[in-house]
Each structure stands twice: as structure tokens, then as C-alpha cells.
């Protein structure tokens, strides 16, 4: 397995883009985004990482965007006897996901957490953007490049994680509209997922003008998936958007087991190139 070290990548430059190769053929995977609260459940009277990690397993995503993701924490470890000592994306990547990235956003006394993008294929590079804006909350967007077998541009996966607070997300989407545009090549097939906190359901305007992404509930069905709470969802947290690429059957995974491992639901796609 090869980690990463958080916000560390390496220094190879994007490349330009070459446009599309003609011998490039249909390619389709699967994605998976869920908020994983630190691995706790609700209220964190029990920690479930190792349940979590199965239910993770059982979904068979090629790419899982994950947030809420620790890194470390000092006090855990010693008040939970099944509390894991290697950092919890490592943890849940086990020998699934052979290539993993993490992005530490926000970091305190005992310990820090952030961003993962765990990955069946290649992690070429990595950046963890810090997009705080002020006060405590600390928020990041994790942006991978996955090289994918016979595939001439590498797919762009982006995991997110907004702000609480409209005037916060509203500049934050503006920041990922900026990186989709400036930093990845324009033919280049792009994946962003996580947690938006956008109860307003603001970010599908914002992203189709600034970055032409596109969010696969709402292509599919018309509206985003409700989401949060798990148990039962009425709020449309959670997103997975696209461009260049064609999204398939969406779906909210269901109740059970989710229901009691996390306070969202995570949702899940079948991405074609």
C-alpha cells in the first residue's frame, strides 16, 4: 500500500491538455461519498470504524470520497479499547484500496482531521487546498489525479467539505469553481464529492456558471438526494457533481446498516467516461 503524507504532493506540474486520444475506449467506475463523523456514532457513544469499514467494503466503489476522516487522536486512543492506532483512512483503505490520499484540515491538541480520497487506481498527484474562511471552522478540498489504465487524461476526483455558514460556502464554491477551471485540463473528466452543507440547494447554480459541474441526483431525478439526517433524511447535504463525464443510477444507500454509522447517508454512482 502506498500512503501519502498529509498536505505533501508531489511537484510535477498539471499538464496541459492534449485533448482527447482517439484510441481512448468507454470506461465506467463506481463512487462513493459518505461523512463519516470521526467514525463515531451519533452523539459518539460508540466508535464503529471496523463496522464502518465493512459497510464501505460492501458498496465494491472503485473511488470513495470520505470526510470527517481522523488523522490522529491522542485521547481516543485511550479511552476506546477498539479504537484503531493507524490513521483511520489507512485503516479503512486496508488492502481494498491500494492507493489513498488524506488532507488534514482542520488540527487541534489531541490530534487533527480532514479529507480522504481512498482509490483502486493510481494517485498520480495530490493538493490539499485549505479553504477557510475565518473563525474556527476549517474546511479543505482534497483534489487527486487518478491514472486510469488506457486513458489518455487523468480523471480529477475532489473531495469536499463546506462551511456551515452561506456566505462562507457561497466564496468556498467559488474557490472550487476557480480550481476546476484554472488547474484541470478542460477536456479532462472531473468527480466532486463530499459534504456541502448546502441546505439551500445554492451550489447547483454556482457550479453549473462557474465550472460547468453538473450534480448526478439532479440530472437523474430532477432534485438532490436527501441525506441528513441518516435516520431520517429531509436535508440535501450531500452531492456528487461531474463534467465530462455521464453519471448512472445514483442511489442513497440504504437505512441499514447506514442508519447507525453515520449521522448522513452516503450516496453512491456509476460514473461513465
Known sequence: MKPFIPDAAPAAALPADPGQADGDSPFSFKV??????KGFTFFNRKFILSELRDAVRSVGADVV?????TGSHLKHAAKFD??????????LADSIWPQFAYGRNAVYTNGHHGNAVLSKFPIARFQNHDISISGPERRGMLHCELQV?????HIHAICVHLSLMETHRTQQLNMLSDLV????????????????NDWRRRAHAQLARGANLREVFVQANGQAARSFPARMPFLQLDRIYVRGAASH?????PGQPWSHLSDHAPLAAQISL
Do not use: C, W
Open 82 to 91: 477498539n479504537y484503531t492506532d493507524e490513521p483511520h483512512y489507512e485503516f
Open 65 to 69: 470520497f470520505l470526510q470527517e476522516v
Open 181 to 196: 477551471r484554472r488547474e484541470i485540463p478542460a477536456r479532462a473528466p472531473v468527480v466532486v464529492a463530499g459534504d456541502f
Open 249 to 253: 443510477s445514483p442511489i442513497v444507500l
Open 32 to 37: 462513493l461519498t459518505v461523512n463519516i463523523h
Open 149 to 153: 489504465p488506457g486513458r489518455s487524461q
